[in-house]
């Protein structure tokens, strides 16, 4: 399988599907939408692009994750450590183990890697 590059060059206007509210939200739910660009076979390592509303959230990674901000800002604070504020053209990986929360101060949109 291939990566269809057109479409992750356009990532920061590509035409997402509804992915439903937020399972980590931990405040008024939290509408997500994406598009995945490329998964493995075995469907443990895939990426695509992510969007969800703004709203304090909490997050136990399961498997790393590399993320790239297209638009939005977010502040990520790990479980006992110091905030990280993102915006556009940040990148940021959360290995697998990472606790902590994620502010979305705004609708975000990111590229990810899960792997």
Not at 13 to 29: C, Q, V
Not at 48 to 71: D, K, M, R
Not at 91 to 108: I, M, N, S, Y
Request: aromatic share 10%; proline share 6%.
């Amino acid at each position: 399988m291939s990566i269809d590059t057109a479409l992750l060059a356009a990532a920061a206007t590509a035409e997402l599907e509804d992915w439903g509210p937020l399972e980590e939200a931990t405040g008024e739910p939290m509408q997500t939408s994406g598009v995945t660009l490329w998964s493995s076979a075995d469907g443990s390592q895939d990426t695509g692009v992510w969007q969800c509303t703004a709203g304090p959230s909490y997050w136990v990674q399961e498997e790393n994750e590399f993320v790239h901000i297209l638009s939005g800002s977010l502040t990520v604070t790990p479980d006992g450590g110091s905030p990280r504020k993102l915006g556009p053209g940040d990148a940021a990986v959360f290995p697998r183990g990472w606790r902590g929360t994620w502010e979305l101060h705004e609708t975000v949109r990111k590229v990810y890697v899960i792997f």
